[in-house]
């Protein structure tokens, strides 16, 4: 069993990885998500020509920047969904890892009891803390991803009606990340690598 431990501390260290690369998406996100309200909450003083003080003796000035800003818009719009799709692969990949942690623990053609499940050896985490772990971190992402896909499409739906109080509770949403609590993914990591600890 001992060697089982350690091939899921191998598969804990890529999701820890891979766990890294989503932060760096979520900024990534965050960005743009605040580049996409900034336009979207200016497109409606962009119409109005009484904005445009002496530029206005400039034919069809606010038809021009209005396109130009729609281009902007749709440029980040497509930014941020190649950006979900990175996110979506990072999801998939952690159900991958949760759903092959059980072929790891298989013995013979039989799964193993409970007690032996909860079985530790030394401080190393038994195998019932390594599939919870791993299950916990694909929920927590999964989540997680399902949350943003729905901020990503509201923020489109308000391209067409802003409200600047929409924009930024969605944008506090987003930055909050409330699906991945940062101190129970800690406890998940401390208890699979608790030897590396002492």
């Known amino acids: 069993m001992e060697a089982v431990v350690k091939k899921y501390q191998q598969n804990f260290k890529k999701v820890r990885e891979k766990m890294d ?3 760096q998406l979520q900024g990534l996100l965050v960005q743009q998500f605040r580049n996409a309200s900034s336009i979207i909450e200016r497109l409606e003083t962009i119409q109005d020509l009484r904005n445009y003080g002496t530029l206005n003796c400039v034919d069809g000035i606010e038809v021009s920047v209005f396109r130009k800003q729609l281009e902007s818009l749709e440029i980040i719009l497509l930014s941020m969904k190649k950006t979900m799709e990175e996110m979506r692969n990072i999801v998939d990949y952690m159900e ?4 092959n942690s059980g072929q790891l623990i298989k013995v013979g053609s039989s799964q193993p009891s409970s007690k032996q499940l909860h079985n530790r050896i030394g401080v190393k985490p038994c195998l019932a803390d390594c599939l919870d772990g791993l299950r916990i971190l694909y929920d927590m992402h999964h989540s997680e991803y399902l949350l943003k ?3 990503v499409s509201a923020l489109s739906s308000l391209a067409l009606k802003p409200s600047a109080s929409d924009l930024g509770a969605l944008l506090q949403l987003l930055v909050d990340q409330p699906n991945i609590p940062k101190e129970e993914v ?3 990591f401390d ?3 608790a030897e590396e600890i002492c």
């Open 21 to 23: 690369q989503w932060e």
């Open 96 to 99: 991958k890892m949760h759903r």
């Open 149 to 151: 896909s729905s901020i």
């Open 186 to 188: 800690q406890l998940i």
């Open 191 to 193: 208890i699979i690598f």
